[in-house]
C-alpha cells in the first residue's frame, strides 16, 4: 500500500492525450511524473524532453521500477488490457484511459486481478469528477427538478486529424461509441445513480468498419429515459438537457462545460424561474481526477465512490449489448 506524500505516476503510450495527463499531473499536488514509456523509444524520448519527464522506458522497464507506484494508460483501446494487466501484475496501481477495455470480459478480468493484489484501479472518465458535474449530480439527487423523467444528449463533430485514424481503426478498436459514446453513457449513469435496464439503438457504419454515427434509447429503473446521439464526424449541439416534473437542466458544451442554467416552472408550461450556474473550473480539467486518484491511494482506497469497478464493467455490458445488436465486434475479439 502507497502512503506516500508524493505519488509517483508512470505513463504507458506517449501519444496525444498523454501530453495533458502529463501537464495536468506537473500542477497537480502529491503527483510526480516519474516515466514514460513508449513501444518506440525516440517517441518516448521526444515526449520526456516536451514535459520535463526524466525518465524513458520500454514497457516492460517502467512496471519493473521500483519507483513507480501508479500506471496511466494511455494507447489505443485495443492495447488497455494488456498494458493495465501488465501493470497490476508487476503490483502498481492503474488509472486506464477510456473506455476502460474493449469488452466486460476483459475488464472483468483486469477488475479480478486487481482486487486480488489489493491494488487501486479505475477508468480515467475525468468529466465525472470536473466541478458543474459535481454541481449538476447534487442538483438532480436533491431533486431540484423534480423527477427526472427524460435526458437527451449529443456529442458529435469533426474530429482533428490528430484523432482520426486511431477512430477509424478497427483494430485499434476505433468506432465512435468506444471512443466518444462512453462519455454520455456513463454521465447518464453517474446523474441518475443508475444502470439501464432497456436498451436500444442504432448505428451508422463508415467505410472502414466500426460506428461514425450512434444513436442510444435507454430506460432507468426509476423511468427515466434517455435519448443519445454521437459521431466522430458530423458536428453536433454538444449539449444535454434533463427534463424533471419540476423544471429542466439545459447544459451546453456537453462534455466538459462549466455552466448550466436551471429552468423552473413548478408542474406547468410556463417558465417562472432562471437560474444560471457557474463552476470555476481550471483550464486542465484532468486535475479533478488526479487528485481523486492520489485521495483514494493515499486512504488505502482501492476504487472510487465516484467511479466505481462495478459501474464500469456495468457499462462496458450495455455497450457489448448494443455492438452485439449491430453484429460488430473487433477482428481481434
Ligand atoms: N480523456 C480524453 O479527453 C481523451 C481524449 C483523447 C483520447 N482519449 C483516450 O486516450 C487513449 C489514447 O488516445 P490518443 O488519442 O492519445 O491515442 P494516440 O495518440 O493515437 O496513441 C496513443 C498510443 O497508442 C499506441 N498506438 C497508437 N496507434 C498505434 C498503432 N497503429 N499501432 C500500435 N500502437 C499504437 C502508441 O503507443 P506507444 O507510444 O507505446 O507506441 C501511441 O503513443 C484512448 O483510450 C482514447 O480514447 C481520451
Known amino acids: 500500500m502507497v502512503n506516500k506524500q508524493k505519488l509517483k505516476w508512470g505513463i504507458v503510450g506517449a501519444g496525444n492525450i498523454a501530453n495533458k495527463m502529463a501537464s495536468a499531473l506537473k500542477i497537480t499536488p502529491n503527483s510526480q511524473l516519474y516515466a514514460v514509456a513508449s513501444k518506440t523509444l525516440s517517441k518516448a524520448k521526444i515526449f520526456a524532453d516536451k514535459n520535463g519527464v526524466e525518465n524513458v522506458y520500454t514497457y516492460q522497464e517502467i512496471v519493473n521500477s521500483k519507483e513507480i507506484d501508479i500506471i496511466y494508460v494511455a494507447t489505443t483501446h485495443n492495447f488497455h488490457f494488456d498494458n493495465a494487466k501488465l501493470a497490476l ?3 502498481k496501481h492503474v488509472l486506464i484511459e477510456k473506455p476502460f477495455t474493449v469488452n ?3 475488464a472483468t478480468e483486469l477488475v479480478r486481478i486487481a482486487r486480488e493484489k489489493n491494488l487501486f484501479l479505475m477508468e480515467a472518465i475525468w468529466t465525472r469528477f470536473l466541478p458543474s458535474v459535481k454541481m449538476l449530480k447534487n442538483k438532480i439527487t436533491n431533486h431540484e427538478i423534480g423527477d427526472v423523467k427524460q435526458f437527451n444528449i449529443s ?7 490528430e484523432y482520426e485514424k486511431r477512430l477509424k481503426d478497427p483494430a485499434l478498436a ?6 466518444m459514446g462512453i462519455y454520455p453513457i456513463s454521465f447518464v ?6 444502470l439501464p435496464i432497456d436498451i436500444k439503438s442504432m448505428a451508422r457504419f463508415s467505410d472502414s468498419g466500426v460506428d461514425e454515427i450512434s444513436n442510444y434509447m435507454f430506460r432507468f429503473p426509476s423511468g427515466c429515459l434517455t435519448n ?11 449539449e444535454a438537457i434533463f427534463y424533471g416534473t419540476k423544471g429542466f437542466i439545459d447544459f ?3 462534455w466538459e462545460g462549466n455552466r448550466f442554467t436551471i429552468h423552473f416552472h413548478n408542474g406547468t408550461n410556463d417558465i417562472n424561474t432562471t437560474v444560471n450556474v ?10 479533478y481526477q488526479v487528485e481523486e486518484v492520489v485521495r483514494c491511494i493515499q486512504k488505502g482506497n482501492l476504487e472510487s465512490k465516484i467511479i466505481p469497478l462495478n459501474e464500469t464493467i456495468a457499462i462496458m455490458k450495455v455497450m457489448d449489448k448494443m455492438r452485439e445488436e449491430w453484429g460488430f465486434s473487433y477482428p481481434f475479439e
Do not use: R
Not at 456529442?155 to 486529424?161: A, L, P, Q
Not at 476505433?174 to 471512443?179: H, M, S
Not at 449513469?189 to 443508475?194: P, T, V
Not at 457557474?278 to 486535475?287: A, C, R
Open 174 to 179: 476505433g468506432g465512435v461509441t468506444l471512443d
Open 189 to 194: 449513469c453517474y446523474l441518475l445513480g443508475e
Open 228 to 238: 443519445i446521439c454521437t459521431s466522430y464526424n458530423l458536428k453536433m449541439k454538444n
Open 252 to 254: 451546453p458544451q456537453f
Open 278 to 287: 457557474l463552476e470555476n473550473t481550471h483550464n486542465n480539467g484532468f486535475i
Open 155 to 161: 456529442f458529435g463533430g469533426f474530429v482533428g486529424t
Open 104 to 106: 466486460a470480459k476483459e
Open 89 to 91: 501484475d508487476h503490483g
